[in-house]
Antibody, heavy 120, light 110 residues
Framework: QVQLQESGPGLVKPSETLSLTCTVSGGSVSSGSYYWSWIRQPPGKGLEWIGYIYYSGSTNYNPSLKSRVTISVDTSKNQFSLKLSSVTAADTAVYYC????????????WGQGTLVTVSS | QSALTQPASVSGSPGQSITISCTGTSSDVGGYNYVSWYQQHPGKAPKLMIYDVSNRPSGVSNRFSGSKSGNTASLTISGLQAEDEADYYCSSYTSSSGVVFGGGTKLTVL
Protein backbone atom coordinates (compact mmCIF):
# COMPACT_ATOMS: atom_id res chain seq x y z
CA GLN A 1 0.00 0.00 0.00
CA VAL A 2 1.37 3.40 -0.98
CA GLN A 3 1.99 5.75 1.94
CA LEU A 4 2.91 9.44 1.85
CA GLN A 5 4.59 11.42 4.61
CA GLU A 6 5.09 15.17 4.71
CA SER A 7 8.09 16.73 6.42
CA GLY A 8 9.36 20.25 6.95
CA PRO A 9 9.28 23.23 9.31
CA GLY A 10 6.06 23.87 11.19
CA LEU A 11 6.78 27.58 11.55
CA VAL A 12 7.80 30.00 8.81
CA LYS A 13 8.32 33.75 9.07
CA PRO A 14 6.35 36.17 6.89
CA SER A 15 7.98 36.95 3.53
CA GLU A 16 10.11 33.80 3.70
CA THR A 17 9.77 30.59 1.69
CA LEU A 18 7.79 27.59 2.91
CA SER A 19 9.46 24.29 2.01
CA LEU A 20 7.94 20.84 2.43
CA THR A 21 8.93 17.39 1.24
CA CYS A 22 6.75 14.34 0.70
CA THR A 23 8.32 10.89 0.94
CA VAL A 24 6.55 8.10 -0.91
CA SER A 25 6.81 4.53 0.40
CA GLY A 26 5.28 1.33 -0.91
CA GLY A 27 5.25 2.76 -4.42
CA SER A 28 7.27 4.89 -6.80
CA VAL A 29 7.04 8.54 -7.79
CA SER A 30 8.10 7.28 -11.21
CA SER A 31 4.72 5.57 -11.57
CA GLY A 32 3.19 6.80 -14.77
CA SER A 33 -0.28 6.62 -13.25
CA TYR A 34 -0.06 9.49 -10.80
CA TYR A 35 0.35 13.21 -10.59
CA TRP A 36 2.04 13.95 -7.27
CA SER A 37 0.13 16.78 -5.69
CA TRP A 38 0.02 19.33 -2.91
CA ILE A 39 -3.23 20.45 -1.31
CA ARG A 40 -3.74 22.76 1.65
CA GLN A 41 -6.48 23.48 4.16
CA PRO A 42 -6.47 26.67 6.28
CA PRO A 43 -7.73 26.12 9.82
CA GLY A 44 -11.51 25.70 9.79
CA LYS A 45 -11.71 26.12 6.01
CA GLY A 46 -11.93 24.00 2.90
CA LEU A 47 -9.44 22.23 0.67
CA GLU A 48 -7.41 24.17 -1.87
CA TRP A 49 -5.47 22.47 -4.63
CA ILE A 50 -1.95 23.91 -4.96
CA GLY A 51 -0.53 21.96 -7.89
CA TYR A 52 0.99 18.74 -9.12
CA ILE A 53 4.02 17.26 -10.81
CA TYR A 54 4.42 14.25 -13.07
CA TYR A 55 7.51 12.05 -12.72
CA SER A 56 8.81 13.52 -15.96
CA GLY A 57 8.92 16.93 -14.29
CA SER A 58 5.93 18.52 -15.97
CA THR A 59 3.88 20.64 -13.59
CA ASN A 60 0.51 22.35 -13.27
CA TYR A 61 -0.28 24.96 -10.63
CA ASN A 62 -3.36 26.68 -9.23
CA PRO A 63 -3.46 30.01 -11.11
CA SER A 64 -4.03 31.90 -7.85
CA LEU A 65 -0.72 30.61 -6.45
CA LYS A 66 1.26 30.06 -9.63
CA SER A 67 3.58 33.04 -9.20
CA ARG A 68 4.78 31.79 -5.81
CA VAL A 69 4.76 27.98 -6.18
CA THR A 70 7.40 25.52 -7.30
CA ILE A 71 6.88 21.74 -7.14
CA SER A 72 9.80 19.44 -7.89
CA VAL A 73 10.44 15.70 -7.88
CA ASP A 74 13.47 13.64 -6.90
CA THR A 75 13.03 10.14 -8.32
CA SER A 76 16.26 8.91 -6.74
CA LYS A 77 14.89 9.65 -3.27
CA ASN A 78 11.27 8.81 -4.14
CA GLN A 79 10.25 12.27 -2.97
CA PHE A 80 8.55 15.36 -4.26
CA SER A 81 8.68 18.84 -2.78
CA LEU A 82 6.80 22.11 -2.47
CA LYS A 83 8.21 25.61 -2.23
CA LEU A 84 5.89 28.57 -1.63
CA SER A 85 7.59 31.95 -1.58
CA SER A 86 6.72 35.28 0.05
CA VAL A 87 4.38 33.69 2.57
CA THR A 88 1.89 35.62 4.69
CA ALA A 89 -0.44 34.65 7.52
CA ALA A 90 -2.98 33.66 4.85
CA ASP A 91 -0.70 30.75 3.95
CA THR A 92 -1.11 29.20 7.39
CA ALA A 93 -2.69 25.81 6.74
CA VAL A 94 -2.44 22.06 6.97
CA TYR A 95 -0.51 21.00 3.90
CA TYR A 96 -1.24 17.58 2.41
CA CYS A 97 0.75 15.72 -0.18
CA UNK A 98 -1.32 13.38 -2.30
CA UNK A 99 -1.35 11.02 -5.25
CA UNK A 100 -3.73 12.14 -8.01
CA UNK A 101 -4.55 9.32 -10.41
CA UNK A 102 -4.17 11.05 -13.71
CA UNK A 103 -6.58 9.13 -15.93
CA UNK A 104 -9.64 9.85 -13.78
CA UNK A 105 -8.47 12.73 -11.64
CA UNK A 106 -9.11 11.18 -8.26
CA UNK A 107 -6.95 11.33 -5.16
CA UNK A 108 -6.58 7.94 -3.57
CA UNK A 109 -3.40 8.51 -1.61
CA TRP A 110 -3.12 11.20 1.04
CA GLY A 111 -0.42 12.09 3.54
CA GLN A 112 -1.48 12.71 7.11
CA GLY A 113 -1.01 16.45 6.67
CA THR A 114 1.35 18.87 8.37
CA LEU A 115 0.41 22.20 9.92
CA VAL A 116 2.52 25.13 8.78
CA THR A 117 2.07 28.38 10.66
CA VAL A 118 3.28 31.67 9.23
CA SER A 119 4.21 33.98 12.07
CA SER A 120 7.08 36.14 13.22
CA GLN B 1 -10.17 29.30 -10.57
CA SER B 2 -13.46 29.45 -8.62
CA ALA B 3 -14.32 26.76 -6.12
CA LEU B 4 -17.27 24.52 -6.85
CA THR B 5 -20.40 25.52 -4.92
CA GLN B 6 -21.63 23.30 -2.09
CA PRO B 7 -24.11 24.02 0.70
CA ALA B 8 -22.31 24.94 3.90
CA SER B 9 -24.25 22.44 5.95
CA VAL B 10 -26.84 19.69 5.78
CA SER B 11 -28.37 17.55 8.48
CA GLY B 12 -30.46 14.45 8.88
CA SER B 13 -31.61 11.92 11.43
CA PRO B 14 -30.27 8.39 11.67
CA GLY B 15 -31.80 6.19 9.00
CA GLN B 16 -32.76 9.09 6.76
CA SER B 17 -31.21 10.03 3.41
CA ILE B 18 -29.50 13.30 2.57
CA THR B 19 -28.14 14.78 -0.64
CA ILE B 20 -25.26 17.21 -1.04
CA SER B 21 -25.02 19.20 -4.24
CA CYS B 22 -21.90 20.43 -6.01
CA THR B 23 -22.36 23.04 -8.73
CA GLY B 24 -19.74 24.03 -11.24
CA THR B 25 -19.59 25.02 -14.88
CA SER B 26 -19.27 23.44 -18.29
CA SER B 27 -15.50 23.74 -17.88
CA ASP B 28 -15.45 21.36 -14.95
CA VAL B 29 -18.42 19.40 -13.52
CA GLY B 30 -20.59 19.75 -16.61
CA GLY B 31 -17.90 18.99 -19.12
CA TYR B 32 -16.29 15.87 -17.71
CA ASN B 33 -17.24 12.77 -15.74
CA TYR B 34 -14.32 13.25 -13.37
CA VAL B 35 -16.22 14.25 -10.24
CA SER B 36 -15.02 12.82 -6.94
CA TRP B 37 -16.32 13.08 -3.38
CA TYR B 38 -14.24 12.99 -0.21
CA GLN B 39 -15.18 12.50 3.43
CA GLN B 40 -13.12 14.23 6.11
CA HIS B 41 -13.41 13.64 9.82
CA PRO B 42 -11.90 16.24 12.19
CA GLY B 43 -8.13 16.12 12.28
CA LYS B 44 -7.95 13.46 9.57
CA ALA B 45 -6.99 13.43 5.93
CA PRO B 46 -9.82 13.24 3.42
CA LYS B 47 -10.99 9.82 2.22
CA LEU B 48 -12.21 9.06 -1.29
CA MET B 49 -15.87 8.01 -1.27
CA ILE B 50 -17.00 8.38 -4.91
CA TYR B 51 -15.09 8.81 -8.17
CA ASP B 52 -16.00 9.26 -11.82
CA VAL B 53 -19.36 10.72 -10.70
CA SER B 54 -20.88 7.51 -9.40
CA ASN B 55 -18.26 4.83 -8.76
CA ARG B 56 -17.43 3.61 -5.25
CA PRO B 57 -13.93 2.50 -4.30
CA SER B 58 -13.59 -0.91 -2.75
CA GLY B 59 -14.56 -0.81 0.92
CA VAL B 60 -16.91 2.17 0.74
CA SER B 61 -20.45 1.43 1.87
CA ASN B 62 -23.13 1.17 -0.81
CA ARG B 63 -25.09 3.70 1.24
CA PHE B 64 -23.02 6.29 -0.60
CA SER B 65 -23.97 7.08 -4.18
CA GLY B 66 -23.24 9.81 -6.70
CA SER B 67 -24.89 11.30 -9.74
CA LYS B 68 -24.67 14.27 -12.08
CA SER B 69 -27.05 16.42 -14.08
CA GLY B 70 -25.69 19.22 -16.18
CA ASN B 71 -23.28 21.33 -14.16
CA THR B 72 -24.39 19.88 -10.80
CA ALA B 73 -23.15 16.71 -9.17
CA SER B 74 -24.74 15.17 -6.11
CA LEU B 75 -23.74 12.86 -3.29
CA THR B 76 -26.50 10.91 -1.59
CA ILE B 77 -26.07 9.11 1.70
CA SER B 78 -28.87 6.74 2.59
CA GLY B 79 -29.55 5.11 5.94
CA LEU B 80 -27.63 7.84 7.78
CA GLN B 81 -25.41 6.64 10.61
CA ALA B 82 -23.68 8.59 13.35
CA GLU B 83 -20.29 7.77 11.80
CA ASP B 84 -21.30 9.62 8.62
CA GLU B 85 -21.06 12.94 10.47
CA ALA B 86 -18.13 14.66 8.76
CA ASP B 87 -17.21 17.27 6.19
CA TYR B 88 -17.72 16.34 2.55
CA TYR B 89 -15.89 17.83 -0.43
CA CYS B 90 -16.49 17.43 -4.11
CA SER B 91 -13.76 17.85 -6.68
CA SER B 92 -13.63 17.92 -10.45
CA TYR B 93 -11.18 18.00 -13.28
CA THR B 94 -11.16 21.47 -14.79
CA SER B 95 -9.92 22.31 -18.25
CA SER B 96 -8.44 25.56 -17.01
CA SER B 97 -5.99 24.28 -14.44
CA GLY B 98 -6.36 20.65 -13.43
CA VAL B 99 -8.31 20.19 -10.21
CA VAL B 100 -10.88 22.27 -8.36
CA PHE B 101 -12.54 21.52 -5.01
CA GLY B 102 -15.90 22.49 -3.62
CA GLY B 103 -16.08 24.66 -0.53
CA GLY B 104 -17.14 21.73 1.63
CA THR B 105 -20.36 20.69 3.39
CA LYS B 106 -20.67 19.88 7.07
CA LEU B 107 -23.00 16.94 7.62
CA THR B 108 -24.64 16.75 11.03
CA VAL B 109 -26.42 13.57 12.09
CA LEU B 110 -29.11 14.69 14.51
Amino acid sequence: QVQLQESGPGLVKPSETLSLTCTVSGGSVSSGSYYWSWIRQPPGKGLEWIGYIYYSGSTNYNPSLKSRVTISVDTSKNQFSLKLSSVTAADTAVYYCAGLRYFDWLIDYWGQGTLVTVSS
Amino acid sequence: QSALTQPASVSGSPGQSITISCTGTSSDVGGYNYVSWYQQHPGKAPKLMIYDVSNRPSGVSNRFSGSKSGNTASLTISGLQAEDEADYYCSSYTSSSGVVFGGGTKLTVL
